[in-house]
C-alpha cells in the first residue's frame, strides 16, 4: 500500500509545466461578464489552505501544459479561498462541504454542474468537455435555421455552437454558403475560420483560398493554427475509419499552404496511426524520420516518452529508447520537477534503484539551488532509499 501511495503521488504525466490554467482574478461578476463577451463557460476551484487534495491538484494539475490550453480556450477560470472573503462570498450562494470543490457554470452564473474532491489530468479534461457538451444550445438555433433565418451573425453563432458541443456542422456551413448570400468577403473569411474544421472538405479549400482575408482579420499565425487544427482533425477521422491514405493525402494538401509545418506533421500523424493499430517496429521508423525533422528539444522528447509510456511499455527496444529520451529530456532548459520524478520511477521500475536516487538527488541540489520547496522530492527520495 505504502508503494502505491507513493506511485499515486508522484507518477504523473511527462507534460507537467508551468504553462497550465490562467485564473481570472476578478469577481465572480466580472468573470460573467468576461464569459459572456468571450463565449465561455465558467470554472470555479474552491479550495482552503489546508486541503491536501486542493494542494495536489494546484501543483500538479493546474499546470499542466495540455490541461491549460483546454481550459483557457473554453473557460474563465476563478480560483477561490473559501475562507477568504471572495470565498465566503461565493459560498453563500454556491454552498461548498467538501474541499475541493470544481464548480462549472454558464456565462449567467448558473450552475452546469458542481463536482466534488480532486481529479487526475484525464479525468480532470473530460469532465471540463462534458460540461461544454451539457451546455449544449445548438436546439435553440436548429429550429430558426430550419424555419429559413440566415442572418450572417445568427448563422456564424450556430457554427460556434455546434463546434462547441462536436456536433457537426459542416452541413449547415455548407447549405449557408451555397445559398449565396449577401456577404462580403472578409465575412465570408470569419465564417470559413469556424466552419473549416476539416482538411478534407470544400469549406477547407475555400479557407485556404482566402487567406489574405483571413490574415487580414486575424494573423498569419491564427490562419496557421486553423489550418493545423483541421489537419489534425481529419487525422482522427483516419484513425477512427482505419484509412490511412487520408493522412497521405491531408499532407499533400498541407504542403501547399504551410510548407515548413509539413515534414513534422506528416510523421507525427503517422505515428500517431502507427500507436493506434500498429507495431513498435512500424511507430519506430516514423519517429526516427520525426526527430530528425523536428530536432532534439523538449517536445521532442516529451512526445516520444509519452508514445511509448502510453503504448509500447512492454517492448524491450521501446524501454531502452525510454532511458535515452528522458536522459536527453532532463538536460532541457524546460524540464520541471515532475519530469525527474517520472525519470526516477521509470528507472526504479526497471530496477535500477541506484540510478533513480541520483536522478532524484540532483533535482533535489537543483531545486535547493533555485531556493524552491524540495519536501516532494525529499519524500521521493525516501521512497527509493526505504525500497533499496
Known sequence: MKILYYLAIFLLPVSATAQGIEFFEGSLEEAMEKAASEEKLIFVDCYTTWCGPCKMMSNNIFPLKNVGDFYNKNYVALKLNMEKEKGMKFGSKYPVSAYPTLFYLNEK???????VGAKREQEFLAIGKE???????SDDFAQ????GERDYDFVLKYIKELNKVGKPSIGIANTYLKENPSISESQKAGFLME?????????????????K????ISSEQVFNDKVLAACNKTVDKAIKHEYE?????TTEKLKTVIPNKVAVFEYQSLMKYAKTFKSYEEWSKHAKKYFKKSGKNYETYSTLIADVQGYYRSNDEA????????EALIKCEECGTQEYLNYAQVLMDGGDKKKALEVAQTLLKKTQDEGKSTTKIEHYIKYIESNS
Not at 109 to 115: L, N, R
Open 213 to 216: 482575408e483571413v490574415v487580414n
Open 131 to 137: 460540461m461544454i457538451k451539457k451546455n449544449d444550445r
Open 144 to 147: 430558426r435555421f430550419e424555419d
Open 195 to 211: 466552419a473549416a474544421t476539416e482538411a478534407d472538405s470544400k469549406l477547407f479549400d475555400q479557407f485556404i483560398s482566402l487567406k
Open 319 to 326: 524501454k531502452k529508447n525510454l532511458l535515452k529520451w528522458y
Open 109 to 115: 452564473g448558473e450552475i452546469i454542474q458542481k463536482v
Open 245 to 249: 491514405e487520408l493522412i497521405l493525402e
